[in-house]
């Protein structure tokens, strides 16, 4: 079981912004304002921007959808406040590491 886990978050990490993209199609309102949900997809997130130098496609380096879902989530669908400052962290750790990225490699 290890290895394919291993497997899966190699790929998320190549994904980036696919990440989200994803996410949305996958989940429906009702299901981003359950809270369990929301923690689900947070380390998804997380995951998609865990190594942005690996990311395939350059536009996925840039996360506008995913920083849309995110405000989205924490405005629209998550009344605990917990849960919005996981969001917000969340936010600011994938902010950080696509900053992190060079001019060549974006």
Same mark, same amino acid.
């Given at each position: 079981?290890?290895? !394919?886990?291993?497997?899966? =978050?190699?790929?998320?990490? !190549?994904?980036? @912004? !696919?990440?989200? /993209? *994803?996410? /949305?199609?996958?989940?429906? @309102? *009702? @299901?981003?304002?359950? +809270?369990?949900? %929301?923690?689900? /997809?947070?380390?998804?997130? !997380?995951?998609?921007?865990?190594? +942005?130098?690996?990311?395939? #496609? =350059? *536009? @996925?380096?840039?996360?506008?959808? #995913? /920083?849309?879902?995110?405000?989205?989530?924490?405005?629209?669908?998550?009344?605990? +406040?917990?849960l919005q400052e996981?969001?917000?962290? #969340?936010? =600011?750790? %994938?902010?950080?590491?696509?900053?992190?990225?060079?001019? =060549?490699?974006?």
């Amino acid at each position: 079981m290890g290895a !394919r886990v291993s497997h899966v =978050e190699k790929n998320i990490a !190549r994904c980036g @912004d !696919r990440a989200s /993209i *994803a996410l /949305i199609k996958i989940y429906s @309102d *009702a @299901d981003l304002s359950n +809270p369990a949900t %929301v923690q689900q /997809i947070l380390p998804i997130i !997380r995951g998609a921007f865990s190594q +942005p130098q690996f990311i395939t #496609t =350059e *536009a @996925d380096k840039q996360p506008n959808v #995913t /920083i849309l879902l995110l405000n989205y989530l924490r405005q629209k669908m998550v009344s605990d +406040p917990k849960l919005q400052e996981e969001i917000v962290q #969340t936010k =600011e750790f %994938v902010n950080k590491a696509v900053s992190g990225l060079s001019k =060549e490699q974006k």
